[in-house]
């Protein structure tokens, strides 16, 4: 009985330190209970982290750091008295894209080249319509959106500080192949939002990042009741919440199976290459441009599918975007400011004007099988991105993005009400000491 007791029994705090195969901490990687991912926390700087919860000492925390993979222990491991008994966590390295090893292989203009091609893709297409389900499905996921100023270093290993980071809790719907053209429609419902900063960052990003701005709409809707547009500032208020879009966009990115439909009529644009272990990958490449060549975009897509079966494992894309602006954009008050936040001097922040923007984004898709059909799991993605302004004045930045299923819901799921995905957020802001 006093076994049964002891395992039943719910305790409050938790705590330990995450760091790499190295030892190195991993500062800003979340940590948070399975059954409510809105009670964890993040690591500081050391890797350290505490949190308090109500849980069992056999329930699930998760560890998560884009770039590695996903840790679960259970609450007991974490219930420490002292700072020297404090469990230590590591993390594997997890690649969050293709590697660099996937050469894509000449092109053939042999005939029979061409259709032993087609042969493939078509296999691999037919084994999409098979697994891929038509049915709704919902996903409960954790979002995280980090912010680093500049770029990590593969050459010498350094990586760039975190300043800041915003984790949502959400549920999506995937309605398949409701959207425009055919694509599967995402409805996102945020249900919780927690803000990780920097303490040195808190008072700059705390006036300027969306939630404010939202806030700012409302009130300024509500005083210029004569001014002709207050309806609309508080329509675009209530109507969209800006920071659910990111994470929304990053769930409906690499929509796979609408994306290979597409593109398989022309083998021209498709390479193979056989990988070890029974694995092939197909890589589809495709170039851009648009406005006189101002806009430039080259993009591929590796499906890694089992050599055997032709069932897709994992989605990998990459692209490189070029933007040109002729005679540069004034930024208005608050883009100026987020510019300063990142990497920009006070000097420097006023006469800025941009006009060329470069960048690289890699992002990878993980599945799940659940009932004999594929389903999210996981996705990553990181953007390397140089703002570049006048007077030579430029900008290295990096987004890093990993969302994680938590719950997967097949049966009758419905629709997502308009009340529902309007719902404004409610957010906490959280220093990272």
């Not at 979002?143 to 760039?160: A, E």
Request: hydrophobic share 40%.
């Amino acid at each position: 009985m006093k076994t049964l007791l002891f395992i039943l029994a719910f305790v409050g705090s938790f705590a330990g330190r995450v760091v790499d195969q190295k030892g190195e901490p991993v500062p800003y990687a979340t940590v948070y209970p399975e059954i409510a991912p809105e009670w964890g926390t993040a690591t500081n700087n050391d890797g350290h982290f505490r949190f308090e919860a109500n849980l069992t000492r056999d329930s699930r925390i998760i560890v998560s750091y884009i770039g590695y993979q996903k840790k679960v222990v259970l609450a007991e491991e974490l219930v420490s008295t002292t700072d020297s008994s404090l469990a230590t966590i590591v993390l594997i390295e997890q690649p969050i894209a293709l590697e660099e090893t996937v050469v894509a292989a000449k092109k053939s203009k042999q005939k029979n080249k061409r259709k032993q091609m087609a042969a493939l893709l078509h296999a691999v297409y037919v084994k999409l319509e098979e697994e891929f389900p038509d049915n709704n499905a919902r996903y409960s996921i954790v979002s995280d959106v980090r912010m680093n100023s500049g770029f990590d270093s593969p050459q010498t290993g350094s990586s760039t500080a975190v300043w800041g980071m915003e984790q949502m809790i959400a549920d999506v719907v995937v309605l398949p192949e409701q959207a425009r053209e055919g694509r599967d429609s995402v409805q996102f419902q945020g249900r919780y939002c927690k803000r990780f900063f920097d303490a040195e960052k808190r008072a700059q990003a705390d006036s300027i990042l969306t939630g404010n701005m939202l806030e700012r709409m409302e009130s300024q809707g509500k005083k210029s009741s004569k001014n002709p547009h207050s309806h609309m500032l508080r329509r675009a208020a209530n109507a969209v919440d800006s920071g659910v879009v990111v994470h929304q966009a990053l769930f409906a990115l690499g929509n796979m199976r609408y994306d290979f439909e597409q593109t398989m009529a022309d083998t021209r644009h498709w390479t193979v290459t056989n990988e070890s272990e029974g694995e092939t990958v197909l890589t589809h490449t495709q170039t851009v441009s648009r406005y006189l060549g101002f806009f430039k975009m080259t993009f591929r897509r590796h499906y890694i599918v089992d050599s055997e079966s032709y069932a897709v494992i994992r989605f990998s894309e990459q692209a490189e975007v070029k933007v040109i602006i002729p005679f540069g954009i004034k930024l208005n008050a608050d883009q100026l400011q987020m510019l300063n936040l990142v990497n920009m001097s006070e000097t420097n922040i006023e006469k800025f004007r941009l006009r060329r923007l470069r960048g690289n984004v890699s992002l990878n898709t993980i599945y799940q099988r659940k009932d004999g059909h594929v389903y999210t799991q996981e996705k990553n993605m990181v953007f390397n991105a140089h703002i570049i302004g006048s007077k030579k004045t430029e900008v290295p930045m990096t987004i890093k993005a990993t969302q994680r299923v938590t719950n997967l819901e097949t049966e009758n799921v419905r629709p997502l009400t308009r009340s529902q995905i309007t719902r404004r957020v409610k957010r906490e802001i959280v220093e990272i000491y």
